[in-house]
């Protein structure tokens, strides 16, 4: 028989990554599990993702991927 390979947890495969987790132990999870998440980055925007995917992925706000009411919303931009 194989021998398992033990999974190491977020918090020491991606130790940048596991400071934005939000209300969760990263040290619980390892990086390739499909379970939906918080996080939250440092300017504090608040969003859930799969934390498989946030190795591809940021804040969806910074980014531009999801408007900020006042800031790059269609009302302030497009008046």
Do not use: F
Not at 5 to 10: D, G
Not at 26 to 55: F, I
Request: glycine share 8%; with cysteine; aromatic share 8%.
């Amino acid at each position: 028989m194989p021998k398992k390979i033990a999974k190491l947890p977020l918090s020491k495969t991606h130790p940048k990554l596991a400071k934005e987790a939000y209300g969760w132990d990263p040290g619980s999870v390892t990086s390739g599990v499909h379970l939906q998440k918080k996080w939250r980055c440092s300017k504090g925007h608040l969003w859930t993702a799969a934390v498989y995917s946030r190795k591809k992925t940021g804040c969806p706000y910074c980014s531009g991927r999801l408007p900020i009411k006042g800031i790059n919303d269609l009302k302030t931009l497009r008046p």
